[in-house]
């Protein structure tokens, strides 16, 4: 059968048309129809021609894997969950605050702890770091190390005071966001087995101990003494101040990963059985052992130079 003019036309029309169509299916889809590419191609072309308009649930990064910047869909599950159970915990101790729960927000306040040291150590473990998990959780320690802890002491001690009261408190949450700012912006410039300035949850710690020590010993300390809520003024400003610092803290990023003596060991065991018998003053206790422990070190290490 011998094909006619205008069905040539109209099969060359038809043609072209399709042609059109398929290219516009690949920019619109960004590669999603054949033929397909490698992943790392997919993804950068799925990031320039999204939108960001529809109703849509993914995150796109771009990551270093094995020496080589890629571009990767997705989050990890494990770390993240563990970090957002962290979020939860801080939230949970804000509203406790307000509710005049004081020791249920310090407890809250140091699983958050806990867990923030679980979420990093699981995606090491599980090789799962990424910059969505990086920032995630700076996010997460801001709440529940840097606005937390100041709501807790505001409302334990310092809403008496008036405007002094929130400006301490104000003063912590600021330097927490410092502090976490300057850490983001530092990593893999400073040396990681120290921190520079006091770290969020450690200050967060001296904080929440502080208030559980004085809910425990509320006959001798007194809630709302005059000396007692200038001291607490006092003591967040401080904490504070350590995190935006430049003394360095040892990490201990790497202490599990050598061999000590055996009498650090019963040294351990010891502390332990101390803390036990009055775990907020043990804490506050340790907690301000370690602030000192920074301060001498930098300045004999000034005296020295």
């Known amino acids: ?87 939860l915990s801080g939230f949970y101790s804000i509203l406790a605050s307000t509710q005049g729960e004081f020791y249920k927000a310090s407890l809250a306040i140091f699983l958050s702890a806990i867990l923030d040291g679980a979420d990093g150590r699981v995606a090491r473990m599980l090789n799962a770091q990424s910059p969505f998990g990086e920032q995630y959780d700076s996010l997460a320690d801001m709440l529940a190390f840097g606005v937390a802890p100041a709501i807790l002491i505001y409302s334990f001690a310092l809403e008496p005071l008036g405007r002094i009261g929130i400006g301490c408190a104000f003063v912590f949450t600021a330097c927490a966001a410092f502090r976490l700012a300057r850490f983001n912006v530092q990593v893999g410039i400073v040396d990681k087995k120290y921190f520079v300035g006091l770290a969020s949850p450690l200050a967060a710690i001296l904080v929440t101990s502080a208030v559980m020590v004085a809910v425990d010993h509320n006959e001798w300390i007194g809630q709302y003494d005059t000396a007692v809520m200038f001291l607490f003024a006092a003591w967040v400003v401080t904490c504070g101040l350590l995190m935006v610092s430049n003394v360095k803290y040892y990490s201990f990023k790497e202490f599990d990963k050598k061999k000590v003596p055996f009498v650090v060991l019963i040294i351990g065991v010891l502390v332990m059985s101390i803390i036990l018998y009055d775990i907020p003053v043990g804490l506050l206790a340790i907690g301000i052992i370690y602030a000192l422990s920074g301060i001498v070190t930098t300045v004999k290490a000034k005296a020295n130079s």
């Open 1 to 87: 059968m011998t094909n006619t003019p205008s069905s040539r036309g109209q099969s060359n029309h038809v043609s072209s048309k399709d042609t059109a169509l398929n290219d516009g299916l690949l920019q619109d889809s960004a590669a999603t129809q054949p033929p397909f590419i490698d992943e790392h191609e997919f993804n950068i072309r799925l990031a320039e021609n999204d939108s960001y308009d529809g109703l849509t649930f993914e995150v796109i990064e771009a990551e270093v894997a094995e020496g080589q910047r890629v571009v990767s869909r997705g989050v990890y599950l494990a770390p993240n969950l563990i970090t957002t159970l962290s979020l």
